[in-house]
């Protein structure tokens, strides 16, 4: 019943939390038919997208994204996904996070990063994948905002330069990327 998945059981966990731990998405589809809210965090604000990220169960990432769920969640440390990846060194899941546009750079309440993370954890090639990532996307971000700024001003070949160069590319991919429909 609607009301009982949504419930958080003694443990502070819920239904779709443990689900997504351990990657039983047929667990998380048969929830999401009886009504669970699968945005809902724990007491501590942690989400089943925080717990599928940190465990690298991408099928499970995805299903959660396609059935509403936002991938820039944060808990109530301020620690988003791409925290909780960098924590369980799953590379593929940054790699996917930031296909989607998630920020790679953030950091919490405490100034972690997700790099950080990734170094303290002992995921030095998680944590060189953030700072790549991160790197494309700053470079990514400063390519369209000249754009905009050249168009603004309506110089169009200028504009025509930024959106050709690879750079441009890059950052325009980049763009298509994260507003492409799961």
């Not at 820039?72 to 940054?94: E, R």
Request: aromatic share 4%; glycine share 8%; charged share 20%.
């Amino acid at each position: 019943e609607g009301a009982k998945v949504n419930e958080i059981r003694e443990w502070h966990a819920l239904p779709s939390n443990t689900s997504a731990m351990v990657g039983f998405l047929p667990g998380l589809v048969l929830l999401k038919e009886n009504g669970c809210n699968l945005s809902k965090g724990n007491s501590n604000s942690h989400t089943p997208v925080h717990h599928a990220a940190q465990k690298g169960h991408l099928a499970v990432l995805v299903f959660l994204h396609a059935a509403g769920c936002p991938l820039d969640c944060v808990d109530d440390k301020g620690k988003g996904v791409t925290h909780y990846a960098a924590h369980g060194g799953c590379q593929s899941t940054i790699n996917n996070l930031h296909s989607f546009g998630i920020p790679l750079d953030t950091q919490d309440l405490t100034g972690e990063s997700p790099y950080s993370i990734a170094q303290s954890e002992g995921h030095t090639q998680c944590a060189e994948l953030i700072r790549r990532l991160a790197d494309q996307q700053v470079l990514a971000h400063a390519i369209l905002q000249e754009i905009t700024r050249d168009i603004e001003a309506n110089d169009f070949a200028s504009a025509n330069k930024h959106f050709r160069s690879d750079a441009g590319k890059e950052a325009c991919s980049k763009m298509k990327s994260a507003f492409a429909p799961v």
